[in-house]
């Protein structure tokens, strides 16, 4: 099976709750550019990624504009707002796509240093697969909890079971599209993630998981800048 067009989605939109601070933690300086746009650059340079569209928090229009109008990005074809969640936000950007028959790369702009070769061995895996996501297994015993002031152990998992997933996340655009509508119509609001909502909607699709590269941190806390420096310097050898 082979498609048309690839393209990337990328998540700027979010508030940084959990990472405190007055600036969205997308929007944070590493080495003078900021982290989403470090992640917008390995799509850009994939020769497998034709188009890029990128959501943006609305207190950060400006940049978006101002990015657009540079030119810097010659596959980036226009942005939009983000929503309440990140759910919301990537229906938003699936609806800047009028195409149906390609595939959509929906990445973190939180997640600086995806490798090309991730970004490649993904699209290479939707030319006969649906629903493809980056992941990497738990290094550590995972244990399910009831949620209360201090969290009570319900279950330990098998951890050869468990995998941290990363992003991007490649769907057929039909499929994520259709996805995103069911859960739309239905009130459901409680995607973390795109491949969630497959499982949810689609009982008989497959979601296949990839090895990702350990390079591909989420930028989450304080602590993850610091080590997101330590990894340019390394990078860059």
Same mark, same amino acid.
């Given at each position: 099976?082979?498609?048309?067009?690839?393209?990337?989605?990328?998540?700027?939109?979010? !508030?940084?709750?959990?990472?405190?601070?007055?600036?969205?933690?997308?929007?944070?300086?590493?080495?003078?550019?900021?982290?989403?746009?470090?992640?917008?650059?390995?799509?850009?340079?994939?020769?497998?990624?034709? !188009?890029?569209?990128?959501?943006?928090?609305?207190?950060?229009?400006?940049?978006?504009? #101002?990015?657009?109008?540079?030119?810097?990005?010659?596959?980036?074809?226009?942005?939009?707002? *983000?929503?309440?969640?990140?759910?919301?936000?990537?229906?938003?950007?699936?609806?800047?796509? #009028?195409?149906?028959?390609?595939?959509?790369?929906?990445?973190?702009?939180?997640?600086?240093?995806?490798?090309? #070769?991730?970004?490649?061995?993904?699209?290479? !895996?939707?030319?006969?697969?649906?629903?493809?996501?980056?992941?990497?297994?738990?290094?550590?015993?995972?244990?399910?909890?009831?949620?209360?002031?201090?969290?009570?152990?319900?279950?330990?998992?098998?951890?050869?079971?468990?995998?941290?997933?990363?992003?991007?996340?490649?769907?057929?655009?039909?499929?994520?599209? !259709?996805?995103?509508?069911?859960?739309?119509? #239905?009130?459901?609001? *409680?995607?973390?993630?795109?491949?969630?909502?497959?499982?949810?909607?689609?009982?008989?699709?497959?979601?296949?998981?990839?090895?990702?590269?350990?390079?591909?941190?989420?930028?989450?806390?304080?602590?993850?800048?610091?080590?997101?420096?330590?990894?340019?310097?390394?990078?860059?050898?």
């Amino acid at each position: 099976m082979s498609f048309l067009k690839v393209y990337a989605l990328i998540l700027a939109g979010g !508030e940084g709750i959990r990472f405190g601070g007055d600036v969205p933690k997308q929007f944070l300086d590493l080495n003078g550019r900021m982290v989403f746009e470090w992640a917008i650059d390995s799509f850009e340079v994939s020769d497998k990624v034709d !188009e890029i569209f990128l959501i943006i928090n609305s207190k950060y229009k400006h940049l978006a504009e #101002e990015i657009l109008k540079s030119g810097r990005y010659r596959k980036l074809r226009g942005f939009s707002i *983000g929503g309440e969640t990140r759910q919301d936000s990537v229906r938003i950007g699936l609806g800047l796509i #009028e195409d149906d028959e390609g595939v959509v790369l929906i990445h973190d702009g939180v997640r600086p240093f995806v490798p090309l #070769e991730d970004i490649n061995r993904l699209v290479e !895996e939707l030319k006969d697969k649906k629903a493809v996501v980056l992941a990497s297994p738990a290094k550590e015993t995972m244990a399910i909890a009831f949620s209360s002031l201090i969290p009570v152990v319900e279950s330990i998992p098998q951890r050869d079971k468990i995998f941290a997933l990363q992003t991007p996340q490649g769907f057929r655009l039909s499929l994520i599209k !259709e996805a995103h509508v069911k859960a739309w119509n #239905e009130g459901f609001k *409680g995607a973390s993630d795109d491949c969630s909502l497959i499982l949810r909607y689609f009982k008989d699709e497959k979601v296949y998981l990839i090895s990702g590269s350990p390079y591909n941190i989420k930028i989450t806390y304080p602590l993850d800048v610091e080590i997101a420096r330590v990894l340019i310097s390394k990078l860059r050898k």
